[in-house]
């Protein structure tokens, strides 16, 4: 299992909770490529909705990589690329008292940066600390085959 944070705005967040998916790199395929059923990601919210949104700057939720693969779907002058998803319940948890403490910040006056590559990979360690901070204890075993959507 590994573990991940995808930078999303919260409204596509709220989206992917509920189709059970999630995109990455304005929905192209090749971050969700490195990613394995079985695998926890949280979901970093800079601001409320894509485009010209309030900011927000939470974690917004918790899910598990349920299938195998992306999987392309068709819409209308655009085909993204996303990957199934089981999302947990959790509780919405501002980013602001984590960052003295999360690891892959490693310059906490620009706190930020970290979140511009979109999909990264975190450390068990970190990804346990925002999940507690999220009401979640951290990632359970067997969680991409299981679990409560969000």
Not at 49 to 69: H, N, S
Not at 73 to 81: E, L, Q, S
Not at 95 to 103: N, V
């Amino acid at each position: 299992m590994r573990y991940w944070v995808n930078t999303v705005s919260r409204d596509h967040v709220r989206l992917g909770a509920r189709g059970g998916f999630t995109q990455a790199g304005h929905g192209r395929s090749t971050r969700l490529s490195r990613l394995v059923k079985g695998d926890a990601l949280v979901f970093y919210s800079p601001q409320t909705t894509f485009e010209r949104g309030e900011r927000l700057q939470a974690f917004t939720a918790i899910g598990y990589i349920v299938d195998d693969e992306p999987y392309q779907v068709a819409k209308p002058g655009f085909h993204p690329w996303r990957r199934r998803m089981k999302f947990s319940k959790s509780i919405q948890a501002p980013i602001a008292p984590l960052i003295p403490e999360l690891g892959f910040i490693v310059d906490k006056k620009r706190w930020g940066y970290p979140f511009r590559r979109g999909l990264f990979e975190v450390t068990r360690r970190d990804f346990e600390r925002v999940a507690c901070a999220m009401g979640q204890r951290g990632p359970r075993r067997g969680a991409g085959t299981g679990g409560r959507r969000a």
